[in-house]
């Protein structure tokens, strides 16, 4: 063939781009208590395969297991806050109510119009804030999760934790685990587990702790996903209402 013919046989790159999905309109920060809850959960495993017999250990665990659910409650609260105050996400049922120190204000006030700066400052603000809360019983999960969420939590997440735990029934099960978790844990954190007037220790086994982490991992995961799946669809219908789609 001559080669001045060559060049006709190309076929033109296509120029329309792909329809954008909600993964695609998603912060990767978004995804980052998440990441780290599995990198948490990962290790309690491991700790707990390596010590099975060991009791001590595996009351050590519940703490943990508690202490990662609430540092993803934390993470995921701070994470969402700073996406409705850059618009990237509508705002939570409470959102109005939460309080930020007086001082914020006034930082805002003295800066440059730079808004990763006031990001900054507002990301400080929050965890000064948020870091006096526990998220661990079940009102202070729905209080925390109500300044970034405009729906009720435990109502979307049941029904997929209820098909994978037999034993939780209804929310108000659902609810009591949680709570008793958290007493768990404080118990043994205070009272290195012991029974009220008694030398003996509640028992504990292996079985016990690894349910425990089995629903607060799953549990964790369903809240993880409408949190991300309410801001994709709300992302999708801005899009589609400006035409951009």
């Known amino acids: 063939m001559n080669n001045k013919y060559k060049d006709s046989f190309k076929r033109p790159k296509p120029t329309i781009k792909p329809r954008a999905t909600g993964l695609d ?5 978004i995804n980052i208590p998440i990441d780290v809850f599995h990198s948490n959960t990962k290790k309690i495993r491991n700790l707990m395969l390596e010590n099975k017999k060991d009791e001590n250990i595996l009351r050590y665990c519940i703490i943990l297991i508690c202490g990662s659910m609430d540092k993803y409650m934390h993470d995921i609260v701070k994470t969402m806050l700073l996406q409705i105050f850059k618009d990237k996400a509508p705002a939570g049922k409470s959102f109005d109510s939460f309080m ?15 808004p ?3 990001e900054k400052i507002l990301s400080d603000t929050i965890y000064e804030v948020t ?16 300044y970034v969420i405009n729906f009720n939590m435990w109502k979307a997440i049941h029904p997929r934790v209820m098909m994978r735990f037999k034993d939780l029934t209804s ?10 978790l958290a007493d768990r ?15 003996d220790r509640r028992p504990i086994d292996y079985d016990y702790v690894l349910h425990t982490l089995d629903v607060i991992q799953f549990m964790v995961e369903a809240v993880n996903y409408q949190i991300t799946d309410s801001i994709k669809n709300v992302q999708c219908r801005d899009i589609e209402n400006d035409g951009s789609i």
């Open 131 to 146: 870091s006096s809360f526990t998220m661990q019983k079940s009102y202070a999960i729905d209080r925390n999760l109500g």
């Open 100 to 114: 930020v120190p007086i001082s914020l204000l006034n930082k805002f006030d003295k800066i440059e119009f730079d």
């Open 25 to 29: 309109l998603l912060d990767p920060s």
């Open 171 to 180: 929310i108000t099960a659902l609810k009591k685990f949680v709570d008793d």
């Open 185 to 199: 844990r404080n118990i043994i954190a205070h009272e290195l587990d012991f029974q009220p007037n008694s030398h």
């Open 116 to 118: 990763q700066e006031k």
